[in-house]
């Protein structure tokens, strides 16, 4: 889709902002978020500096009016690129805020690192993602899912419900499987587990979650795959995976952990699921395919920084 008009503005030229446009960027405050237009408020706002480094905004202002907002922010989990957001007023779409706003959070990095965002492949926001040169690291498939679908998958012997297994475990489990699933495209940091399990007891499903555990040689079983169930979402959100990429007998074990996860919310009345996970995770796919999801494709890609422009020679 190109070329969208703006009503009584005329479609004005594409790319870098036009002559008369005079839009004053500062630093986002409180009291700016506090008076965000409602156009303002389909992306994240923070006030600048929220987390120091870890969060740089910006807004544009055009005389009275803010026209633009952008942030960048670090996760706790991963460090290896800025997440970014971007919105302009509706009435000012097309005239090349948005790209001088990724020219104006590109300076605002602390470290050299890209951007990341995300977004349903036919989305206007991927669209402009595009337009910045943005590249795929990772497809999310369909993700909804029929609980009554779940008759495809077979049962397995190791599988049982992680309210049977010590919290540790499960803890210790989903760290495993993040870090190896995010490995090749977007690594986890140093002390990404505490981060990542900080909210895992409250969201966690006990009961709906499954566990494969094999004996281990040394002392006890431990868990090697699983099928996470979050309560914070309806339809509920489902995970699934190994806790290492090389576990024998994977995609049988967390065929079963789903099968198992899905038989509770079936006996509970629940009709529908939502996976979560990626075409790169090898054990969950197939799985996954087997259960005819629907809906639409995800990406999440990464967006070069615009680089600083060359200071002039004195
Ligand atoms: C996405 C958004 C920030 C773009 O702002 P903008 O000021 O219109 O962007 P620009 O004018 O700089 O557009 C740069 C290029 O992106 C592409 N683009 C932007 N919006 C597009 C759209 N709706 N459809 C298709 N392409 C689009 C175009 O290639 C455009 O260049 P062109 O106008 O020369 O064809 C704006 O539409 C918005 O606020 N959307 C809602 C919030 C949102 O989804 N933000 C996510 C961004 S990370």
């Known amino acids: 889709m190109t070329g969208v008009a703006v009503p009584g503005r005329g479609r004005l030229g594409r790319g870098a902002l036009c002559e008369g446009d005079r839009v ?13 237009p409602e156009w303002m408020r389909e992306i994240p706002l923070r006030p600048d500096r929220w ?6 905004s910006v807004v544009g202002i055009e005389g009275e009016d803010a026209v633009a ?18 919105a302009v007023a509706p009435y000012r779409r097309r005239r090349g805020l948005g790209r001088e706003m990724s020219a104006r959070l590109s300076a605002l990095r602390g470290d050299d690192l890209a951007f990341m965002t995300r977004g349903y492949v036919d989305d206007d926001r991927m669209a402009f993602a595009r337009a910045l040169a943005a590249r795929t690291i990772q497809v999310v498939p369909p993700a909804d899912i029929a609980v009554a679908s779940r008759t495809a998958l077979r ?14 475990q499960i803890a210790e489990a989903n760290a495993a499987v993040y870090a190896w699933t995010h490995a090749a495209w977007s690594p986890v940091g140093p002390q990404f587990a505490e981060a990542l399990n900080e909210d895992l007891a409250d969201e966690l499903d006990r009961d709906a979650t ?24 309806s339809p509920p959100v489902v995970t699934a995976e190994t806790t290492a990429a090389d576990t024998p007998d994977g995609e049988r074990l967390v065929e079963g952990c789903v099968r198992r996860s899905l038989d509770v919310l079936a006996a509970r009345g629940e009709t529908d699921v939502v996976f979560d996970g990626h075409v790169s995770d090898p054990h969950f796919l197939p799985v996954w395919t087997r259960l005819g999801p629907t809906g639409r494709w995800f990406h999440l890609v990464e967006v070069p920084a615009v680089p600083a422009p060359a200071r002039p020679r004195s």
């Open 155 to 168: 049962h397995h012997p190791a599988v049982r419900s992680a309210a049977d297994v010590e919290w540790l």
């Open 210 to 233: 499954s566990v494969a555990v094999v004996a281990g040689r040394v002392v006890a079983g431990r868990v090697v795959a699983n099928c996470m169930v979050y309560l914070d979402e």
């Open 24 to 36: 004053d960027f500062r630093p986002l405050t409180q009291d700016a978020i506090d008076a965000a």
């Open 51 to 56: 987390r120091d480094a870890h969060t740089r």
């Open 69 to 86: 907002a952008g942030i960048l922010w670090t996760s706790r989990v991963h460090g290896d690129r800025y997440w970014f957001e971007i």
